[in-house]
């Protein structure tokens, strides 16, 4: 058995969810439910069922729904990062919760559905795992695997699988899933306030640093209301 890169996953919650309305006029969009069950709860199962045994949430829109659901938790251990002053986007919500993670952690999104291939998607990233090289290192699926997504993809990924950006108008091959094992490093010098992690992918794609591995299983995109019936019904057949 791969011996997980981390024990803790920072899982992202925080967003207004408004692609998920009006389903997010009245819950979180982590509360939303897939097959009965609120999408946070698959992505900590998953985190679970691998061994990760402590998430990192942050919380902003409908936080105490969000929180209250959360502490009914008992694996994995829950510490809230709380955002309720400001929404400070994904990057600036990795450095405001930086404190409460080791190094590296696992970062998802709260709304992640996937189905894993032959082993875990926590033990495959911990096995590519390389310090040295990576600054992070990204779950990325095949644009066309990806089940709902209608995008033009995100990255293109070289032989030694450092990704760059995709070369527009065209079509990228490789889609981010949302799921990523993540240095410290990467978090160096971050901007103050509200920012993207895009900022920081930016500066590891020019120093070489960020790398992709490509997913093993099959990976749901579940961003508006229109994309959870085909989910579903996908989930149904497996």
């Known amino acids: 058995m791969t011996k997980l890169a981390s024990d803790t996953a920072m899982v992202l919650a925080a967003g207004m969810g408004k692609r998920m309305r ?31 045994a402590k998430a990192v949430v942050n919380v902003h829109y409908m936080p105490d729904t969000l929180e209250a659901h959360l502490a009914e938790r008992k694996t994995p251990a829950i510490t809230i990062s709380d955002e309720r002053p400001q929404l400070l986007e994904t990057g600036g919500g990795l450095v405001r919760a930086q404190g409460q993670l080791p190094d590296p952690f696992f970062c998802l999104n709260s709304d992640n559905i996937w189905l894993d291939g032959p082993r875990n998607c926590f033990a495959d990233l911990s096995n590519r795992w390389d310090p040295d090289q990576m600054d992070a290192l990204l779950l990325v699926v095949a644009h066309k695997g990806a089940v709902n997504f209608r995008g033009l993809g995100d990255f293109h990924m070289d032989a030694a699988g450092r990704l760059r950006r995709r070369n527009k108008p ?58 959870i019936a085909p989910t579903e019904d996908a989930l149904r057949n497996v």
Do not use: C, Y
């Open 170 to 227: 065209r079509v990228a091959p490789f889609v981010f899933t949302g799921i990523q094992l993540v240095s410290k490093r990467l978090l160096r010098d971050a901007p103050e306030g509200p920012f993207s992690t895009n900022v920081l992918w930016d500066r590891a794609i020019e120093e070489g640093r960020l790398f992709g591995l490509p997913f093993t299983g099959q990976w749901f995109e579940v961003g508006t209301p229109q994309m």
């Open 22 to 52: 009006p389903l997010t006029a009245s819950m979180p969009k982590p509360m939303v439910r897939v097959m009965g069950k609120p999408m946070i709860d698959h992505a900590l199962d998953r985190l679970a069922d691998a061994g990760v």
